[in-house]
């Protein structure tokens, strides 16, 4: 069994060093690595994600990330992201991470994300340029995702990313802003490629649990949500995901 720790949305601002550290000292007794859903920082500064780095440095279990669309608002996401790997966080944004937990293997692909919303009420790209910029934001990442996790051969493969993949972690939200905070494209890529768990942020007023068409668990980890400074999910590597596996 792999204990996966996660949480997302902190939003930690110059004014929050040292909130989350004393509850993260023992989060090596509850899990084996520590997975941060993005909206780390406030307003993406360079100075809130020094703050980021303090908290989660050092910790007894590896840290791996993903930002945010508050982490990119400054527009500095390559400073932030530099202040988090000089703290030995490492930090995704369509590449892979890989962790051995007692023999077995755990593989994190990250992106942050994007909109475009769900099955059935979605943006297509057609029309204005804009609304094809768009939507072919979400497509290229929804492809970065699905190609770090088909490159990933480990005994658990779990997706990470700010924005969701599905609808259900969603309830809670004003539905006029689904599109907004998700997309199809994403939940389609962590079905086609055998993962086991996908974890996500960004909706504070969702619920904490769903799943993909495909019956792959969906967690929103946001900390409005969880209500904690991490939670924890197990996953078990000798059970087959529930994804279906669709070959290249």
Do not use: W
């Not at 690595?33 to 007894?60: K, Q, S």
């Not at 990119?72 to 030995?88: I, N, S």
């Not at 993949?165 to 890529?189: K, M, Q, W």
């Amino acid at each position: 069994m792999i204990r996966v720790a996660a949480v997302g949305d902190v939003h930690l601002g110059e004014d929050a060093r040292g909130r989350l550290r004393p509850a993260l000292e023992n989060v090596g007794e509850h899990a084996d690595v520590l997975l941060l859903a993005g909206d780390l920082t406030r307003h993406g500064t360079v100075a809130e994600a020094r703050v980021v780095a303090d908290e989660f440095t050092g910790l007894p279990v590896p840290v791996i990330a993903v930002l945010g669309n508050h982490d990119y608002h400054d527009d500095k996401p390559a400073e932030v992201t530099r202040v988090l790997a000089d703290a030995g966080v490492t930090v995704l944004e369509g590449d892979t991470a890989r962790v051995e937990v007692d023999g077995r293997t755990l593989g994190v692909a990250g992106v942050k994300g994007f909109g475009g919303g769900f099955a059935g009420k979605c943006g297509s790209a057609f029309g204005e340029p804009e609304m094809k910029a768009f939507i072919c934001h979400t497509m290229g990442i929804a492809e970065q995702l699905e190609s770090a996790l088909r490159g990933l051969d480990t005994d658990v493969k779990v997706a990470l990313t700010h924005y969701a993949p599905v609808p259900d972690t969603l309830r809670g939200e004003p539905p006029e802003i689904y599109p907004f905070l998700g997309s199809y494209l994403l939940g389609e890529a962590i079905d086609a490629t055998g993962t086991h768990l996908a974890v996500h942020g960004h909706a504070h007023f969702g619920v904490e649990q769903g799943m993909t068409p495909g019956g792959v668990r969906v967690r929103n980890v946001a900390q409005p949500i969880i209500r904690s400074a991490f939670t924890v999910y197990c996953v078990e590597p000798s059970v087959e995901p529930a994804g279906v596996e669709v070959s290249a």
